[in-house]
């Protein structure tokens, strides 16, 4: 799983727009080109770059990157559910890969000619077992390793203001309704990552007696339960100041908000934004359980460059490239190699049960924990499932839910900020630790 100024809208615009004229006018054989589309800010400076040289050496062919951008989910899905782009490979969340696979929108991976080059395959022995094996829990009739490759990964939770919020408090679901903070609440407009927490803080008993599991739970589209979620958030939106897309993280820096559920890379991202200015953030994942999302690599059954999307996926699963990626964007790897797992330990950090993310038993580091959860947290995450056409009961709910009470409160969000941002721009460029935006329906 950010605001983006008009200057990296305009040179995003800016670069595809020459890498086309460019194609069409050198007239390249499309075996020449490379066509990426990826999160915002989701990758590292010169990344693309040395792919194109790394690919040249292990091939002896030339390539270029095409490079494209989305912030959201559906927008991407749509473009090739229509067929009228040939993306070579996208990185979409897991429950749109269950829906691509599902309508049968992808190609299987295949790395077999690309050992038989002598090419090291980084994705066999660097990938975590705990990401494969969620992974293969996306679809129950297809694995969706074959299909996809994990890129980045994270949580869901609360980001809060310890100066005004308690640990206690925040370690509950309950506390986006609890009254001591109201109008200092901020709920993601993000239906899929709000029902799901909300429904496991809602069925806690039957949890408990084993009725249910949490992955059970993340597949429940019943009417009962979109009932239930519904009367929690309509009982929470009177103290609720906004429902926001992206701005969130931000207003929690500035004191303007107290609570957020946010999700953990944007969590890291505010905490040391706010550290800057002498604000203490911190997050946590409560004590009812959440869930955890992935992003993942995968070739279009439109591709056109089979070979250098292949080449591609390996490189991003290289060690030394993941650990510029995470550096750059502030999200974890799905990569456990011992080199990555090194580059994140702070000694200053308590050790963290980290077992079931490198596959080793007993095996702990000292690292964020924020980044890196605990086996314990992990116990009672579960992975979100697409609903197929029950989402739009979902949309429903949520609609219902925000009404126009997301208005006057959330645009007097967005005035601030944007008034803030433009004041900001004109002192100094934003960070180049900007976060993408996962909207997700």
């Known amino acids: 799983m950010e605001l983006k100024s008009i200057k990296t809208i305009l040179r995003a615009a800016a670069v595809a727009a020459l890498s086309f004229c460019a194609l069409v006018l050198q007239g390249k054989d499309r075996k020449e080109i490379l066509k990426v589309y990826n999160w915002s800010d989701y990758i590292a400076e010169g990344v693309l770059a040395d792919f194109e040289n790394w690919y040249k050496q292990q091939t002896g062919e030339s390539i270029e990157v095409i490079y494209m951008t989305f912030d959201v989910n559906e927008a991407m899905l749509s473009k090739i559910e229509k067929g009228h782009e040939d993306y070579d490979v996208v990185c979409p969340s897991d429950y749109i890969i269950e829906r691509m696979l599902n309508n049968g929108l992808l190609l299987p991976l295949d790395f077999g ?192 460059n089979i070979k250098a999307a292949t080449y591609f996926i390996d490189f991003m699963c290289r060690p030394d490239i993941a650990i510029r990626n995470m550096e750059e964007t502030g999200y974890v790897a799905a990569n456990s190699a011992p080199e990555v797992i090194e580059s994140q330990v702070d000694e200053s950090l308590e050790p963290l049960d980290l077992s079931y993310f490198v596959g080793e038993e007993g095996f702990t580091a000292r690292v964020n924990p924020v980044l890196y959860p605990d086996q314990s947290v992990i116990d009672r995450c579960a992975l979100e499932h697409d609903w197929g056409d029950d989402t739009e009961k979902l949309l429903s709910m949520w609609q219902n839910v925000k009404g126009n009470q997301a208005g006057a409160a959330t645009y007097i969000i967005i005035a601030v900020v944007i008034i803030a941002a433009a004041a900001f721009l004109i002192s100094r460029n934003f960070s180049k630790r900007n976060r993408h935006r996962k909207h997700r329906k």
């Open 113 to 304: 000619a690309l050992e038989a080059t002598g090419t090291e395959n980084y994705i066999a022995g660097n990938i975590s077992p705990y990401i494969k094996e969620m992974f293969s829990q996306i679809n129950p009739n297809v694995d969706a390793n074959d299909y996809s490759v994990a890129y980045m990964w994270g949580t869901t939770g609360i980001i809060y203001n310890p100066k005004f919020v308690s640990k206690e408090d925040a370690s509950t679901w309950a506390v986006v309704k609890n009254p001591k903070y109201a109008h200092k609440i901020l709920l993601k407009d993000a239906p899929r990552d709000v029902y799901g927490p909300v429904l496991i803080y809602l069925r806690q008993e039957q949890l408990r007696r084993g009725e249910v599991t949490l992955q059970e739970l993340m597949s429940d589209s019943s009417e009962q339960s979109l009932k239930d979620v519904e009367a929690f958030l309509m009982e929470a939106k009177s103290g609720v100041c906004g429902f926001e897309a992206d701005l969130g993280k931000e207003q929690m820096t500035k004191n303007r908000a107290w609570v957020s559920l946010n999700w953990s890379g944007d969590a890291v991202w505010a905490i040391e934004e706010a550290a800057g200015v002498g604000v203490t953030l911190d997050y946590i994942v409560p004590e009812e359980g959440s869930t955890v999302w992935f992003d993942g690599w995968v070739i279009p059954k439109y591709a056109k």
